[in-house]
C-alpha cells in the first residue's frame, strides 16, 4: 500500500467524520425543534382551556336560574385575596344546562410548589376548583401564576384583601402565567412563559337585582 493509498484513506476517514457530524447535528436540531414546537403549542393549549373555564365561571359569579335563593348577589363573593376565591353559583350541569336552582359556593385556588415537586418544571402549581364539599379536584397544566385584583364600581383597586366576607367588588382582573412542565432541556426562561390578563372583568350578576 503506497504513500498515496493511505492518505486517501485518511481524507475519506476525515470527510466521512465530518460528514457523520453533520448529520448527527442536523438531527439534534431537527429533535429540538421538534420538542420546543411541540411544548409550545401545549402551552398555548394548556392556557386557552384554563382560561375558558375561569372566564366561564366567574361570569356567572351570583347567578342562580332561580334568582331568588341569592337575593343580594352583589354579596355572592365570600372570600377573596390575591391568589383564591370562593363564590356562590349555581353549577351547570347536562341534566340542568340553566343550572338547578340550588346554590352551589365554587373555590378556585394555587397550591404550593412543593405540591407538584415531581415535575422538572420548580415553577409550576396545580390551580383548584372545588365545587361545594367535594374532594379536591385540580390539574397540571402548567400553571405558574394565578393572580386576583379586585376594583369597586368606581374602578379604584380594593386594597384591603383578604376579608370576609369582601364587600364592593365591581369586577377583577385575572392574571395566568403557564409554563411547560418537562421544557426541553429544562428551560423554563421568561421568554418560554405564555401570560394571559383579564382586565376588569365583571359580571351583572355582582348588580343589585
Known amino acids: 500500500m503506497g504513500f498515496s493509498s493511505l492518505l486517501d484513506i485518511l481524507g475519506s476517514t ?9 448529520l448527527m447535528r442536523m438531527n439534534a436540531t431537527a429533535v429540538q425543534n421538534n420538542y420546543l414546537y411541540s411544548g409550545e403549542q401545549i402551552v398555548q393549549q394548556n392556557i386557552v382551556e384554563v382560561v375558558k373555564l375561569l372566564e366561564y365561571d366567574f361570569r356567572k359569579i351570583g347567578y342562580c336560574s332561580v334568582w331568588t ?5 352583589a354579596k355572592a363573593i365570600i372570600h377573596a385575596d390575591s391568589n383564591s376565591i370562593s363564590f356562590l353559583t349555581d353549577i351547570v350541569t347536562s341534566s340542568y344546562p340553566y343550572g338547578d336552582g340550588v346554590v352551589d359556593t365554587l373555590k378556585y385556588y394555587l397550591s404550593a410548589k412543593s405540591v407538584l415537586s415531581s415535575t422538572p418544571n420548580p415553577n409550576d402549581m396545580i390551580l383548584y376548583r372545588v365545587i361545594n364539599h367535594d374532594a379536591v379536584a385540580g390539574s397540571n397544566l402548567g400553571v405558574t401564576q394565578f393572580k386576583l ?3 369597586d364600581a368606581n374602578g379604584a383597586k380594593i386594597i384591603n384583601m383578604p376579608a370576609n366576607p369582601p364587600l364592593g367588588i365591581a369586577s377583577i382582573q385575572i392574571d395566568i402565567s403557564v409554563e411547560n412542565p418537562a421544557a426541553y432541556g429544562n428551560d423554563y426562561s421568561a421568554d418560554k412563559r405564555v401570560m394571559w390578563r383579564q382586565i ?4 351583572r350578576n355582582f348588580m343589585l337585582r
Open 14 to 22: 476525515i470527510i466521512g467524520g465530518l460528514l457523520l457530524m453533520i
Open 69 to 73: 335563593n341569592i337575593p343580594d348577589p
Open 149 to 151: 385584583t379586585y376594583f
Open 200 to 203: 376588569r372583568l365583571a359580571t
